[in-house]
């Protein structure tokens, strides 16, 4: 099998490890955070890990109450005034999987002469160049990659982000501890689904759904049948798709929808009304199945909405894969991509000193 397809079904040992890590720094979290004290919060990546920063600062926002907003690290860089209305009192939280992609580390450089408050990082390599810059580090060591895309270095990096907004809101962090169980037990039962439903060879439009906290995770599902697959997809926000999108959708299409508990009925809707177009449904859902969608994966209810957040990359990730190796590409090795993006970065800085 190809590096990709270990790395997904390795995630849950891997969970196992970073959830264990952040547990035990959840004091020291709780201390870091009183002393700063923030106003407001940035996040910021490139990539997945600009959907990573998407949900992340989701997160903190709900467990802070603190405004909160996800960009890519190249509008903070390129754009500062839109981004940081008052510097001192903000908090970067800077995501990289490497440590070592250009946009964020000059991200990170404008946002310190700018005069940021603070700088934490969350990545999988403790000795890069972006742990060296960051006031505080958060490590997923066990996630670290061998393929391009990102698959095991994401879910495992959003759960550190978990376990920090989790401390600072004193949820219980512990209850990461119980992922990996819940991971294993949903790659046994989905892995075959999803490679019939990734090898279907009638679907060639691929719509991902989702809202709230889920919202990052469905964009994340989007880039990676994207990326691997070579395949035509986008993301919305249940309700909007409404709005336009959906004139696109018939018996080619396949809309997946991550839906919450907090807003199922509506959301619900959206998936019955793409049914009756004529599109193929997959439905991710917190609890029981949904009725009358050809593909329905259910995750278990017993977990609050912050902790349960990686369950939903795991069929969206086997999705990929199997639609990727489907089309007799090659998972491991995207067209035109590498796993790091690394750009002159003295353009960088006269662009910066033109402004």
Known sequence: MSHTYNEIISQPAG????????????????????????????????????YLSAVAAALLQSETGIPARGIPASELLLFPELSLADPAGTLLVAISRSGTTTETLLAVERFRRAGGRAVWAITCYPESALAAVADR??????????????????????????????????????????????????????????????????????????????????????????????????????????????????????????????????????????????????????????????????????LPAWARLPLYLIPLQLLAYYRTVSRNLDPDNPRNLGAVVFLDPAGFRQHDTAR
């Open 137 to 302: 580090v958060f490590v997923a060591a066990a996630a670290q990659e061998t393929s391009v895309v990102q698959t095991r270095s994401f879910s495992n990096m959003l759960l550190l982000a978990q376990g920090i907004a989790a401390a600072i809101g004193d949820e219980d962090v512990r209850l990461l501890q119980r992922l990996p169980e819940m991971g294993q037990a949903l790659l046994d039962r989905v892995t075959e689904p999803m490679e019939a439903l990734g090898r279907r060879t009638d679907l060639d439009r691929f719509f991902f759904l989702g809202s709230g906290l889920q919202y990052g995770i469905a964009n994340e599902g989007m880039l990676k049948i994207k990326e691997m697959s070579l395949s035509h997809s986008e993301t919305y926000h249940f309700l909007e798709f409404r709005h336009g999108p959906k004139s696109l959708v018939g018996k080619e299409s396949l809309v997946a929808g991550l839906l919450s508990q907090e807003a199922y009925a509506s959301e619900r809707q959206v998936l019955e009304e793409m049914a009756q177009l004529g599109a193929t449904i997959l439905a991710i859902t917190p609890g029981e199945s949904l009725d009358g969608a050809a593909y329905s994966v259910s995750l278990p209810d017993i």
């Open 15 to 50: 969970w196992a490890e970073t959830a264990a890590a952040i547990v035990a720094q959840t004091a020291a979290v709780r201390q870091a955070w009183d002393t700063l004290r923030p106003t407001n919060i940035l996040c910021a990546g490139c990539g997945s890990t600009y």
